[in-house]
């Protein structure tokens, strides 16, 4: 049994410190990649813009529980979890226009998420374990104390906090192995990720063409290996490799599929353009290994390479039916450690040891017109690096 709650209060003022006495704004230069200098020395007045208040609880009561019998071991758990958020974002008019303070509108919401899960375990043998799980998990629509659920003003305001939690379910089989004594242990694991209730754009000018639906569904099918421990007493191994096959089952709404129109961008012989797409940032293959050797003398020898695969960028439309695909990648790093066996040890690492160009971050808003490829920006991984460290132990 357990019991888990948190509050969260944030109260923020937004101002633009770029400003004249009068609050208007002031163009910012442009700094250089090769030799930026970001000291400003122009006008600096800080003129508030605005006030946000935000307030988020949750509160969540949970049990886990394993029965063993013989060779079967049976476990679960339940959680309930109550979650409410309010959040108000009040503007204030500049100086030049009275200063006065209007309000914002309160936005709201409030859920209550029930999950589950349920396994079992078989011991095969006292070194050899199968096992099967399943799980499903809730996450609130407004899952942040930043609720932004509401839509217009006045007679067109709309207020659609309130609506079904997001909702995955996941399948998995698998097995354990200790070998080698007990001194390496191998995993596989079969899997299946389910998302249903994600949004999608209704796409429906009735209403308002920006609005969400929650009628999106996504699928990954997924297999695990590794094997970490020691080979022998000097030989360490970790070593890991996932392939995932996610898809999109449903990337448009009900209406669209429904009823396919110009501004669904769908049509009657397409009516959901991204259905079967490769889901963006899932890469079908990934793994890492690294592998040390000590040597009798005190030296210790290791390497590592990490493989991120490609993964895409967007979801093809009726317009442009090309998804795109991030680059691959390889990253290599060495170890090295001297026992001086007088309680210091000297170690090197070395990250990126061929200095490899690579992103590990790639925002996923690319699109395309007329085959021309914009939007997005990437994060350059970390370069080449060493670091010599010293350790005493007494």
Same mark, same amino acid.
């Given at each position: %049994?357990?019991?888990?709650?948190?509050?969260?209060?944030?109260?923020?003022?937004?101002?633009?410190?770029?400003?004249?006495?009068?609050?208007?704004?002031?163009?910012?230069p442009?700094?250089?990649?090769?030799?930026?200098?970001?000291?400003?020395?122009?006008?600096?007045?800080?003129?508030?813009?605005?006030?946000?208040?935000?307030?988020?609880?949750?509160?969540?009561?949970?049990?886990?529980?394993?029965?063993?019998?013989?060779?079967?071991?049976?476990?679960?758990?339940?959680?309930?979890?109550?979650?409410?958020?309010?959040?108000?974002?009040?503007?204030?008019?500049?100086?030049?226009?009275?200063?006065?303070?209007?309000?914002g509108?309160?936005?709201?919401?409030?859920?209550?998420?029930?999950?589950?899960?349920?396994?079992?375990?078989?011991?095969?043998?006292?070194?050899?374990?199968?096992?099967?799980?399943?799980?499903?998990?809730?996450?609130?629509?407004?899952?942040?104390?930043?609720?932004?659920?509401?839509?217009?003003?006045?007679?067109?305001?709309?207020?659609?906090?309130?609506?079904?939690?997001?909702?995955a379910?996941?399948?998995?089989?698998?097995?354990?192995?200790?070998? %080698?004594g007990?001194?390496?242990?191998?995993?596989?694991?079969?899997?299946?990720?389910?998302?249903?209730?994600?949004?999608?754009?209704?796409?429906?000018?009735?209403?308002?063409?920006?609005?969400?639906?929650l009628?999106?569904? &996504?699928?990954?099918?997924?297999?695990?290996?590794?094997?970490?421990?020691?080979i022998?007493?000097?030989?360490?191994?970790?070593?890991?490799?996932?392939?995932?096959?996610?898809?999109i089952?449903?990337?448009?709404?009900?209406?669209?599929?429904?009823?396919?129109?110009?501004?669904?961008?769908?049509?009657?012989?397409?009516?959901?353009?991204?259905?079967g797409?490769?889901?963006?940032?899932?890469?079908?293959?990934?793994? /890492?290994?690294?592998?040390?050797?000590?040597?009798?003398?005190?030296?210790?020898?290791?390497?590592?390479?990490?493989?991120?695969?490609?993964?895409?960028?967007?979801?093809?439309?009726?317009?442009?039916r090309?998804?795109?695909? /991030?680059?691959?990648?390889?990253?290599?790093?060495?170890?090295?450690?001297?026992?001086?066996?007088?309680?210091?040890?000297?170690?090197?690492?070395?990250?990126?040891?061929?200095?490899?160009?690579?992103?590990?971050?790639i925002?996923?808003?690319? &699109?395309?017109?007329?085959?021309?490829?914009?939007?997005?920006?990437?994060?350059?991984?970390?370069?080449?690096?060493a670091?010599?460290?010293?350790?005493? &132990?007494?």
């Amino acid at each position: %049994m357990g019991a888990s709650a948190t509050q969260e209060d944030y109260r923020l003022t937004s101002a633009n410190l770029l400003r004249t006495a009068a609050g208007a704004t002031v163009a910012e230069p442009d700094i250089s990649l090769a030799n930026p200098n970001t000291d400003w020395v122009g006008q600096v007045n800080e003129i508030v813009s605005g006030r946000s208040y935000g307030d988020s609880r949750n509160l969540a009561v949970y049990a886990f529980d394993t029965i063993e019998f013989g060779q079967f071991e049976l476990n679960g758990g339940l959680r309930y979890e109550d979650v409410r958020n309010i959040f108000r974002a009040d503007t204030i008019a500049l100086p030049s226009a009275g200063g006065g303070t209007t309000p914002g509108i309160v936005q709201r919401s409030k859920e209550s998420l029930f999950s589950y899960r349920v396994g079992a375990v078989f011991k095969l043998t006292q070194d050899v374990s199968l096992y099967a799980a399943f799980a499903n998990s809730k996450t609130p629509s407004s899952a942040t104390v930043r609720a932004g659920c509401t839509t217009g003003s006045g007679a067109t305001f709309v207020n659609f906090c309130d609506v079904a939690p997001e909702t995955a379910r996941s399948y998995e089989i698998g097995a354990k192995a200790n070998l %080698m004594g007990g001194k390496l242990l191998a995993t596989a694991a079969l899997f299946r990720n389910e998302r249903t209730n994600y949004r999608v754009p209704t796409n429906d000018p009735a209403t308002n063409a920006s609005f969400q639906i929650l009628d999106g569904r &996504s699928r990954v099918d997924g297999v695990a290996l590794g094997l970490t421990g020691n080979i022998t007493p000097e030989w360490l191994i970790f070593a890991n490799y996932t392939y995932l096959d996610g898809k999109i089952v449903q990337g448009t709404s009900d209406s669209c599929i429904a009823n396919p129109r110009a501004t669904c961008s769908n049509s009657a012989a397409l009516p959901d353009p991204s259905k079967g797409d490769d889901l963006i940032q899932t890469p079908k293959h990934s793994g /890492s290994l690294y592998t040390s050797y000590r040597l009798p003398f005190g030296l210790e020898l290791g390497y590592g390479v990490t493989y991120q695969g490609s993964f895409a960028l967007n979801q093809s439309n009726l317009a442009n039916r090309t998804q795109y695909r /991030s680059d691959d990648y390889w990253v290599h790093r060495a170890f090295l450690s001297w026992n001086f066996e007088n309680g210091l040890t000297a170690q090197l690492n070395v990250q990126n040891l061929f200095d490899k160009d690579y992103y590990t971050g790639i925002r996923n808003n690319i &699109s395309a017109t007329n085959g021309v490829v914009s939007g997005g920006w990437a994060a350059p991984g970390e370069g080449r690096a060493a670091r010599l460290s010293l350790f005493y &132990s007494f």
